[in-house]
């Protein structure tokens, strides 16, 4: 039986066998290719959104495929029982990128969150010091499982499923009075996103990350850095943090680390990684051959093809354009983020899931946070051309919705009559 080519049944399936937990639009692709997919009915629409920032290398990317293919007529899977080469290769790549000496490979990123707190609590126990408190940020989003929406500075993760993990706080992100007035005795680490994404793409300011690490030093905290949706040259840089001029003690990826194939890491100092000895932590496919090809492939194309210099120029493209579109509609409040991470916040005129619905007619994929920011998390390989599609769709939708803003041409014109006319 197949019901590749049949939408309704699709959707009929899902909606009798499924847990019932998310909302998505009436759409269901065959295949992709680069930063296009295609639906049952061979329509192509244009991935701005990347499977939220997974995508890396786009769809079916040559050379992901081809490593892909030949790992899975290799070995998919052994268990952590045995060494791993392609993990080894892979903890080694990430370790020579960055601040950290040690990887540790799960699945998602909820998990990378997970081993990350748990480290951090483990680091101290084995100190033989009482810290146990991890301060997060409010409208933060650390993922789903239980110690992550303890994390997670929004109640409505986590009300619903109380009592929560103890131990975390929560303070007023970029405002670093309010995080330092947290701090106590029993306090292991700050958990922070640079970008907090979930919540409508809300970059940290580099001055308050600056100090947050100045007082993670004196006062002997842990920095856990969540780089989840912004790691892996998503923001321009291999990591976010590169652009604030700091190294974190901890840092979790997932996402774009294994371009689609589900992966999460968690990278540490050597200092730190004494917050767990064999048997405290480990998961049953956590960096399988599989997985570990697929984050061994993104990141050498990542090199190879000089992907981060893509990402900068599209994205200035892209924030030169969308900051144009803004200065014509007032109902466009703010364009932020870095990077191919980008959220436009609209006023009350125009609903962000409408645009969502109306950019989806248009064959152009996004995705809607709240009621007034849509994000975009493009692949890194996106093109300008396709870059500009996404701006001029943006323009034709306001254009028919909202009054563009007047210029000063207009103004003067609209003042003075022009000659033979009377106001
Ligand atoms: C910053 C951040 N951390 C953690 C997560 C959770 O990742 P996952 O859905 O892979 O568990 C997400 C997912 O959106 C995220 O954006």
Redesign the pocket.
């Known amino acids: 039986m197949s019901i590749e080519n049949d939408l309704d049944l699709i959707m009929d399936f899902d909606k009798n066998y499924c847990l019932q937990i998310y909302n998505p639009l009436p759409l269901a692709f065959k295949y992709g290719k680069g930063c296009y997919l295609v639906d049952e009915k061979d329509e192509e629409y244009l991935d701005m959104i990347g499977g ?1 920032a997974v995508n890396s290398l786009g769809h079916a990317h040559r050379k992901l495929t081809k490593a892909l293919r030949r790992q899975v007529g290799e070995i998919i899977h052994c268990s952590n029982y045995y060494y791993i080469p392609q993990r080894s290769e892979l903890a080694y790549k990430l370790c020579k990128r960055s601040f950290a000496d040690k990887a540790f490979f799960c699945n ?4 990378a ?1 997970e081993a990350a707190i748990k480290l951090a609590r483990g680091y101290f126990h084995y100190k033989g010091e009482d810290r146990y408190e991890i301060i997060t940020a409010k409208m933060s ?4 499982t239980l110690g ?1 929406i303890s994390a997670t500075g929004q109640p409505k993760f986590s009300e619903p499923f109380a009592p929560v993990v103890p131990g975390f706080k929560y303070v007023e992100f970029n405002n670093f009075e309010d995080l330092e007035s947290a701090v106590t005795q029993k306090t292991a680490a700050v958990m922070l ?1 640079l970008i907090q ?2 919540s409508g793409v809300h970059p940290a300011d580099e001055e308050y990350i600056k100090n947050v690490r100045k007082l993670c030093d004196d006062s002997g905290i842990l920095l856990i850095i ?1 780089e ?2 912004t790691g892996v040259g998503r923001t321009g840089t291999f990591f976010c943090y590169e652009q604030y001029g700091i190294k974190p003690d901890i840092v979790t990826l ?2 774009g680390l294994g371009g689609g194939v589900p992966i ?1 890491a968690m990278l540490c100092t050597d200092e730190v990684a004494t917050g767990f000895k064999p048997g405290d932590h480990g998961t049953t496919f956590g960096g399988n051959p599989l997985a570990c090809t697929a984050g061994n492939t993104v990141l050498d194309v990542l090199d190879e093809d000089r992907i981060l210099d893509n990402v900068n120029e599209v994205s200035s493209m892209l924030f030169e354009k969308l900051t144009k579109l803004s200065g014509k509609y007032s109902a466009i409040k703010s364009v932020r983020g870095k990077g191919l991470l980008i959220g436009i916040e609209f006023d009350e005129r125009i609903s962000a899931s409408n645009m969502r619905l109306e950019l989806a007619g248009k064959h152009i994929l996004v995705s809607s946070i709240g009621n007034s920011v849509i994000r975009i998390a493009p692949p890194l390989i996106i093109t300008k051309s396709q870059a500009n599609a996404f701006c001029k769709a943006i323009d034709g939708i306001l254009k028919n919705t909202v009054p563009a803003k007047k210029n000063v041409i207009d103004i003067i014109k609209d003042k003075i009559p022009a000659k033979g006319e009377t106001k």
């Open positions: 939220i998602s990123g909820a998990e969150n989003f650390h993922g789903r992550t996103e994404g979930e969540d989840v949706q997932a996402k999460g």
